[in-house]
């Protein structure tokens, strides 16, 4: 059984900074491409973020470029979104997944998510 579980989320000010983690368990993920997608109140989901197996390609949002980082640790099964200068739009609950091909929108498995939330 695969499980993603997100952690890391919860209250910070504008322009502040929160890193997320998701760690896989279930089978080895150093093969698999790994993402972050939000969910703002009242919208959509949305891609936030990919990274490539090895870890040597990064693919973002226009809205986070330059503020968000994404990586992995394939050695702990674990992908992370460190999230610097942090606007109120980014209010959002962060679900990570995991699936063999890159998507802008579709994955094999997904997280649960964890709520970040920006005050202004």
């Known amino acids: 059984q ?34 972050w997608f939000r969910r703002p109140p009242g919208k959509e989901r949305e891609f936030v973020a990919a990274i490539s197996p090895n870890g040597g390609t990064t693919i973002y949002a226009d809205s986070v470029k330059g503020r968000f980082t994404i990586s992995r640790d394939n050695a702990k099964n674990t992908e992370y979104l460190q999230m610097n200068s942090l606007k109120p739009e980014d209010t959002a609950v962060y679900y990570c997944a995991t699936g063999r091909i890159f998507s802008y929108r579709e994955y094999d498995y997904w997280g649960l998510g964890t709520q970040v939330t920006v005050s202004s």
């Open 2 to 35: 695969v499980q993603l579980v997100e952690s890391g989320g919860g209250l910070v000010q504008a322009g502040g900074s929160l890193r997320l983690s998701c760690a896989a368990s279930g089978r080895t993920f150093s093969s698999y491409f790994m993402a």
